[in-house]
T-cell receptor, first 113, second 116 residues
């Protein structure tokens, strides 16, 4: 049973547009949500993260919006560039000392110019 | 600085074979993770070690999957016997001991396993 779900499975946007990736979760104890970016042939790498005490986190062109009540979050990529073409994973975890992250299925983003 | 190293990068096995995947974490990292990556399920946790102690063994993967940390700088994942449904990319990640959950996991490039 998938505890972290992502949509859409794949997304194509034009260069300069905003890509919106969605993530939802079931476990209300989750309080940390990192997003990882993966290019073909490479392992995922941390892109941006948010803790449940915040409802928004911004880092350059990447912004996470978090809705604790609805157990949903989204990653917005503004001014999308061809170099942003990658698979993006939403993950979730509980607590500060616990080690485990639960990952979603991923969203494959293609930016065309 | 050397990142996470995984060998081999590609592995082809016949059904029923035993295969061993290898991982060298980032030097000084205390936490090590093994994941299986498929398009349908995304990343699924197989094993999680903290300071060489097994913290989680991935539940559904217990039967044929066994991860070990032979020392703080080397880990193996054994799949025995392999089945075609095991075809996937196997990722190893490590993390500093400080920072707990909030510290970044550093991933290796993965091993692509094909079971015929």
């Amino acid at each position: 049973q998938q505890q972290v779900r992502q949509s859409p499975q794949s997304l194509t946007v034009w260069e300069g547009e905003t890509a919106i990736l969605n993530c939802s979760y079931e476990d209300s104890t989750f309080n940390y949500f990192p997003w990882y970016q993966q290019f073909p042939g490479e392992g995922p790498a941390l892109l941006i993260s948010i803790r449940s005490v915040s409802d928004k986190k911004e880092d350059g062109r990447f912004t996470i919006f978090f809705n604790k009540r609805e157990k949903k979050l989204s990653l917005h990529i503004t001014d999308s560039q061809p170099g942003d073409s990658a698979t993006y994973f939403c993950a979730a975890g509980t607590g500060g000392l616990s080690g485990k992250l639960t990952f979603g299925e991923g969203t494959q983003v293609t930016v065309i110019s | 600085d050397a990142g996470v190293t995984q060998t081999p990068r590609h592995e082809v096995a016949e059904k029923g074979q035993t295969i061993i995947l290898k991982c060298e974490p980032v030097s000084g990292h205390n936490d090590l993770f093994w994941y299986r990556q498929t398009k349908i399920q995304g990343l699924e946790l197989l094993s999680y070690f903290r300071s060489k102690s097994l913290m989680e063994d991935g539940g559904a993967f217990k039967d044929r999957f066994k991860a070990e940390m032979l020392n703080s700088s080397f880990s193996t994942l054994k799949i025995q016997p392999t089945e075609p449904k095991d075809s996937a990319v196997y990722l190893c990640a490590s993390r500093p001991g400080t920072g707990g959950l909030y510290a970044e996991q550093f991933f290796g490039p993965g091993t692509r396993l094909t079971v015929l």
